[in-house]
């Protein structure tokens, strides 16, 4: 097996499709496309890629259904491509799995960014089964702080990449288990959503990079998708408290 990241590009508009053939193919990543969403979810299911770009208007299945369809075998990072600007759309394409979008036109040094963040993230335990454990080790070193945390009968372990709540393992995508991570990370200090906008682009500090108020909102609507797999409840928190206004921590621990 080669070494190389499989991206795969789902795109039916060619000039479109090729662009982000070469940004992926620069970064690194062994490029398929599809040009229809029925398509993109047999390659998906064949090549099982590490990186999904996906158009939300796709000639057959919208973009929502496509990755939603990837999303039940799948933990790819999807980012997805929409040539529609309202905000309502990007929320429903993260409530859908996706992890990220882009507005097009995007700058292809925007998309190389965003998959840049995304690569020094470590891959996921089917990942590792196949792989074992190099990828993981390579992030541990670069980031020894992030180790092994229990809170409230959830188990995280930063380098196997694994979560398990009251000994049920969670399927996570990466996306939703750096957001658990960094609030285990932060205890009962609150992590504000532009904190968390900037843990994703793996910013470890504040290097000035623009949040808009959309970012923040994708945060919310990750946290929704976090609250809803670990079985978390709003109103009385095991693990995700919401800070109104501010942000997100740690729930109190049980006695
Ligand atoms: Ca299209």
């Known amino acids: 097996m080669s070494d190389a990241r499989v991206g795969l590009v789902i795109e039916d508009d060619h000039d479109i499709r090729e662009l982000v053939r070469t940004v992926l193919t620069q970064a690194g990543f062994d490029v398929t496309v599809a040009s229809s969403g029925a398509e993109g979810v047999l ?5 099982n890629p590490d990186v999904i770009t996906l158009d939300l208007g796709l000639p057959d299945i919208d973009g929502f259904e496509v990755s939603r369809q990837i999303r039940e075998f799948s933990d790819a990072y999807i980012v997805m491509l929409t040539a529609r600007t309202e905000e309502l759309d990007t929320l429903i394409g993260l409530e859908s799995g996706a992890d990220d979008y882009l507005t097009k036109p995007f700058r292809p040094r925007e998309l190389r960014a965003r998959i840049a963040a995304m690569m020094r993230r470590p891959r996921s335990v089917p990942d590792q089964a196949e792989a074992p454990g190099i990828e993981a080790s390579v992030d541990a070193a670069a980031h020894p702080e992030r180790g ?8 995280l372990s930063y ?3 694994t979560v398990t709540v009251d000994g049920t393992e ?3 995508t990466r996306t939703e ?4 991570h960094a609030l285990l ?3 009962r200090t609150v992590r504000t959503k532009a904190d968390l906008v900037r843990r994703l682009r ?5 290097v000035g990079g623009y949040i808009s108020e959309a970012d923040e909102r994708s945060v919310e609507v990750h946290m929704g998708n976090l609250r809803k797999k670990l079985g978390d409840s709003p109103q009385k928190p095991r693990w995700l ?3 109104r206004g501010v942000g997100y921590r740690l729930a109190p621990g049980e006695h």
């Open 43 to 47: 390659t998906a299911k064949t090549l």
């Open 148 to 155: 092994n945390y229990s809170h409230n009968g959830l188990e």
């Open 159 to 161: 380098a196997s990449r």
């Open 170 to 172: 969670m399927n996570l």
């Open 177 to 180: 288990f750096e957001l658990l």
């Open 185 to 187: 990370e932060a205890g």
């Open 202 to 206: 793996d910013e470890d500090y504040d």
């Open 241 to 243: 408290q919401t800070v």
